[in-house]
């Protein structure tokens, strides 16, 4: 099961420790003073916006979805960036619906993101990657960190596929909802993670 805000909880309390370990650090630099933090340019801070679009997501929206809102919820999507000093993460998601099965939705995607890389299939017990229709050679990814499904995988019925790489992840999840599909798209990108 794929539970992105947990991740996003854990993260931000990573990127936050961080940084407060880094500003304690520059305090305590030889020669330096309580203020040496601030004037080196050590910047922290957190955004959030309640909406994302697809050139965030980095992922295409499904032709004729629209945005889904679960119960008590106000908003489809959000995007929430945090950084201090070198470490960052940004987290972009967007939930929508269609009233095409999951089958047509799954199979749109797996096409649209195989354009732009590789696709892993979460959604089997054993994770298969779909070739890229521009395949780079064999071996890791650019940064260094192949990406795995770890213990994601969809709901009941649902289908799961992530394309990318460890510090810069897209995520697609499709499960069946009252006769059509809910399709949530996230990307993280996590910077100074090396």
Same mark, same amino acid.
């Given at each position: 099961? &794929?539970? $992105? $805000?947990?991740a996003l909880r854990h993260a931000v309390a990573a990127l936050l420790l961080a940084g407060?370990?880094?500003t304690a650090a520059l305090a305590n630099e030889p020669g330096g003073s309580k203020g040496s933090a601030?004037? =080196?340019? &050590?910047f922290a801070g957190i955004s959030i916006r309640p909406t994302a679009s697809a050139e965030q997501l980095g992922l295409p929206l499904f032709p004729g979805a629209v945005p889904f809102r679960d119960t008590g919820e106000e908003h489809a999507g959000a995007s929430i960036g945090a950084w201090g000093g070198p470490f960052g993460l940004q987290v972009h998601a967007l939930k929508l619906r269609s =009233? *095409? $099965?999951? *089958?047509?939705?799954a199979r749109w995607y797996r096409e649209a993101m195989a354009r732009q890389g590789k696709v892993l299939d979460c959604s089997q017990a054993q994770a298969t990657e779909t070739p890229a229709a521009t395949d780079r050679p064999a071996g890791k990814p650019a940064d260094g960190k192949p990406l795995r499904c770890g213990r994601d995988r969809p709901e009941a019925g649902g289908v799961l596929y992530k394309q990318g790489t460890r510090n810069n992840v897209h995520v697609v999840a499709l499960e069946p909802l009252d006769g059509g599909t809910r399709i949530s798209l996230v990307r993280v990108e996590v910077r100074g993670d090396d």
């Open positions: 099961m &794929f539970h $992105p $805000p947990i407060g370990l880094q601030k004037d =080196s340019g &050590f =009233s *095409e $099965p999951v *089958e047509a939705v």
